[in-house]
């Protein structure tokens, strides 16, 4: 994923920096507008984060709104404002943002201090999450939580543990504790969810490898667990599912 970050503040660029580099995501850092504006053309980010603390801010935006009504509204990336954190004692400033920044829409907001980033990943994981007409096209599970009900889209499931009453889901946005039983989980979704271990199913379209003892999983820094009694089954279903739509992952 393309991010455009503009910004003069010296520490907010190192952080951010060091938060994305390690991640896979291409950062381009501009300070001046003429710079974000040619990266935006021709960069195509699909984020641009916006220091407000930066100078000529206004200049840019005015010129981000005439490029954003040229493009298709699919294909105008997302706008995250960054804005330096008040002390505790310090009254807020009356800030008029520029007029036109109300027409490019914010996807996303984050305080930032010397010390302390702004929730950079959090932004970024609910930017990605499907919207509600992507995830009406694809099988859900629907999970009560203490946030509320979750929507969690089948195909997004890395894997899922059995803990004692309940079951884990570890998806792309984070994990859910769930009832739903593994067994219940695994006849529902026998296309998607695959038992790897009495204890574990695995997203089938997010296994990389296999090897006598263990599973790859994307986006899981340690290898899962196969039983041995699971390993013909597994190497079967994951030959089918490649033969049937070779492209799925």
Do not use: N, W
């Amino acid at each position: 994923m393309k991010i455009l970050l503009f910004s003069t503040t010296g520490t907010l660029i190192e952080q951010i920096t060091a938060t994305l580099c390690p991640l896979p995501y291409l950062l381009t850092i501009a300070s001046t507008p003429s710079d974000a504006i040619k990266t935006v053309k021709f960069g195509s980010p699909q984020i641009i984060m916006l220091d407000l603390a930066a100078a000529e801010l206004s200049q840019l935006i005015s010129q981000l709104a005439d490029h954003h009504h040229s493009q298709h509204r699919h294909a105008r990336p997302a706008i995250v404002l960054l804005a330096p954190r008040l002390s505790a004692d310090a009254k807020p400033p009356l800030v008029c943002l520029p007029a036109p920044l109300l027409s490019l829409g914010v996807h996303g907001f984050g305080e930032y201090d010397e010390c302390s980033l702004p929730p950079i990943l959090d932004i970024l994981a609910q930017l990605q999450r499907p919207t509600l007409a992507e995830q009406s096209q694809k099988p859900t599970l629907i999970a009560r939580t203490h946030r509320g009900d979750e929507c969690i889209v089948i195909d997004d499931i890395l894997f899922c543990q059995a803990e004692q009453k309940y079951t884990k889901i570890h998806h792309k946005y984070g994990t859910t504790l769930v009832d739903d039983t593994l067994k219940s989980l695994e006849l529902a979704h026998p296309d998607a969810l695959i038992r790897i271990h009495r204890h574990t199913l695995a997203g089938i379209r997010h296994i990389q490898a296999i090897s006598h003892a263990h599973v790859s999983v994307c986006g899981v820094p340690t290898p899962l667990v196969i039983s041995r009694r699971c390993q013909a089954k597994v190497r079967r279903q994951l030959a089918h599912f490649y033969q049937k739509s070779p492209k799925a992952v």
